[in-house]
């Protein structure tokens, strides 16, 4: 984090940021504006401004949030990876709707994201697998993400079982495991202001087409 950045975060922390929304031009898009953003949370020195709080709804009607890490972002979504057996992605299956937080407090800024979800292809998912280190890899075969424990040694036996089945050779992509993609309808920005006059840009993508506008704080 630069001085100058440690001096805006000192004078505005509590109260907001004293810059409004920057003036945009009509043809910029939701993701344009989440890419500098993002780039700008990087640059603020906040830990892990990938971290994104996930939101889900299954048949039951109980919303469930967790942090997840944002992976990669384009034109096509936003994605994140999970093992398939765990309760989110049994969620996603029965409903198929999501809402993603990002919360930069230093910036004073968060940015909300509603959408649907779709999986990644095979490939995708492989080649991010494939870049972890090795231990994450073992570890995904090793967690029986969300199921309940036996023991407290469960966890440590699959990880011996697993790093003695893979040795010398590669670890392959488990079945169960893999990316999920979030396809956008709805972005909204928060910027923090003083006395809590923050400002809330919103693009709502519905219906083929880009509706842009601004909610009371």
């Known amino acids: 984090m630069t001085f100058l950045e440690k001096l805006r975060c000192l004078f505005t922390f509590g109260q907001g940021v004293a810059l409004p929304m920057p003036e945009l031009d009509e043809d910029t898009t939701p ?27 299954g048949a039951d009607g109980q919303p469930r949030s967790r942090m997840v890490l944002l992976k990669e972002f384009d034109e096509q979504g ?18 198929a709707k999501i809402s993603i937080l990002f919360h930069w407090g230093v910036l004073q800024r968060q940015i909300r994201i509603e959408g649907s979800i779709e999986h990644t292809s095979k490939s995708q998912s492989e080649k991010y697998f494939h870049s972890r280190d090795r231990g994450s890899q073992i570890g995904a075969w090793a967690s029986h993400q969300s199921q309940v424990m036996t023991s407290d040694d469960e966890l440590k036996e699959n990880v011996k079982h697993f790093t003695e089945k893979f ?8 079945d169960f495991w893999g990316g999920i993609r979030v396809i956008p309808h709805y972005f909204e920005f928060w910027q923090g202001r003083a006395s809590r006059l923050h400002d ?3 693009f709502d993508l519905k219906n083929n087409e880009t509706k842009i506008f601004k909610r009371h704080p």
């Not at 040795?167 to 488990?174: E, H, R």
Request: aromatic share 12%.
């Open 31 to 57: 993701l344009e504006l989440f890419t500098k953003w993002f780039n700008e949370a990087n640059q603020s020195g906040v830990l892990l401004p990938e971290a994104m709080s996930i939101s889900t709804c």
């Open 78 to 95: 936003f994605v994140f990876y999970t093992n398939y057996s765990s309760d989110k992605h049994q969620q996603l299956t029965e409903n």
């Open 167 to 174: 040795k010398g050779k590669d670890v392959p992509l488990p």
């Open 200 to 202: 809330r840009l919103c």
